[in-house]
């Protein structure tokens, strides 16, 4: 959290190599935790979303580092629906639209296979940076999947 706040002072490219190297290292140290590699690409999310003067080279670095944690997270718990859900909504925010039709997919397959009602993805709002959207996450997934994509930038 330090060296997001750090870069979101100084977007600068050392900065930004700092944030994803202690990002490597924070998944590198707990290589059984899908949460941390979620929780990472929801930070370099956010940081999409902000109004800081980024490059077009630090942009395309924070992208890539976002699907690259989101795509870590599925890999560690491939059956969890809300870590597809959040792998679905990094490609769109990243601009990958059919991976992200992809992703949505796989989200709902797998909340439709889940058994706990309190674990279904129409029960949590969709949120990245600490926003609250108006829709929730399943019915954020079949925006997503019915091609009602708003690209903003």
């Known amino acids: ?63 890539k580092e976002a699907n690259r944690m989101m795509a870590e997270a599925t890999d560690r718990r491939p059956n969890d629906a809300m870590h597809a859900a959040y792998r679905a909504f990094c490609h769109a925010e990243t601009g990958q639209w059919e991976q992200s039709r992809q992703w949505a997919g796989i989200a709902l397959e797998l ?11 129409a029960n949590f709002p969709f949120r990245v940076d600490g926003r609250v959207g108006e829709l929730n996450i399943e019915q954020e997934l079949n925006r997503i999947r019915s091609k009602k994509l708003i690209k903003t930038e």
């Open 111 to 121: 909340d439709a296979r889940n058994p706990h009602a309190d674990k279904d993805l």
């Open 1 to 63: 959290q330090m060296l997001f706040r750090k870069f979101q002072l100084n977007p600068d490219k050392e900065n930004l190599e700092e944030l994803v190297e202690s990002a490597d290292r924070g998944i590198l140290f707990r290589p059984n935790n899908s949460k941390v590699a979620l929780e990472t690409g929801k930070i370099f999310l956010a940081l999409l979303g902000e109004d800081l003067v980024l490059d077009p080279e630090a942009k395309s670095r924070i992208r």
